[in-house]
């Protein structure tokens, strides 16, 4: 794992939500339209995609995968998802997720009633995760979050309110945990929570594409 600071670019740039970026309430099976209960669909299509490089502006963060491990995650092997606290509450934590998939779970077809995409995801098996944590969560608390057992502390937030963490799972395949180690990052300047209250939308220009172009 590679780590470094930087200072975040200034631009006129917009943020949006890709598909994929998220699951919905209405994908999860928390929606409370029932029109949407017996629809079914393919969690493994809504995992995220591979990118150059991953800019979080509303966590203060951006980082790149190996190419292998990018390579894992076209092939359906990891599935990339996002979590974080309530966001009609002060954010708590926030955290991208990577997390082996099988070929059951690739093929996967879950429907909206009783929380199938939940038991989708709960069903994977955690590799890793990068995210931010209230200042001083005791890594106990990160552990029950995350799914991981082995935190290494990044550094802190530009606006000092949250722990930067990279977290792993030292019982997930190790050709896996390996790869996901040499995932470099470097802490940006944060963002204020938008109004929305959603922190893990990606930075992204005009045009919808990277953000800090090479």
Not at 131 to 148: A, P, V
Request: proline share 1%; aromatic share 10%.
């Amino acid at each position: 794992m590679s780590l470094s600071t930087v200072g975040c670019k200034k631009s006129n740039e917009s943020n949006k939500i890709k598909e994929g970026q998220s699951i919905s309430s209405e994908k999860k099976g928390t929606s409370t339209n029932k029109k949407d209960k017996n629809v079914t669909f393919k969690p493994s299509d809504y995992t995220l995609k591979t990118k150059k490089e991953y800019v979080y502006e509303y966590l203060g963060l951006k980082f790149k995968l190996s190419n292998k491990f990018k390579k894992y995650m076209n092939d359906k092997k990891i599935a990339m998802l996002d979590d974080q606290s309530p966001i009609d509450k002060e954010l708590k934590y926030a955290f991208l997720t990577f997390n082996k998939m099988t070929k059951e779970q690739k093929k996967a077809v879950v429907n909206k009633k009783e929380g199938g995409y939940e038991k989708w995801e709960n069903g994977l098996k955690r590799i890793g995760t990068i995210g931010i944590f209230e200042k001083n969560t005791s890594e106990e608390k990160i552990s029950k979050m995350t799914k991981c057992d082995t935190h290494t502390k990044i550094g802190v937030s530009s606006d000092g309110k949250y722990d930067c963490y990279f977290s792993t799972n030292s019982g997930s395949e190790i050709k896996l945990l390996n790869e996901f180690k040499k995932t470099e990052i470097q802490i940006i300047e944060k963002k204020e929570r938008p109004k929305n209250g959603f922190v893990l939308s990606e930075k992204t220009d005009l045009e919808n594409t990277e953000a800090f172009k090479k």
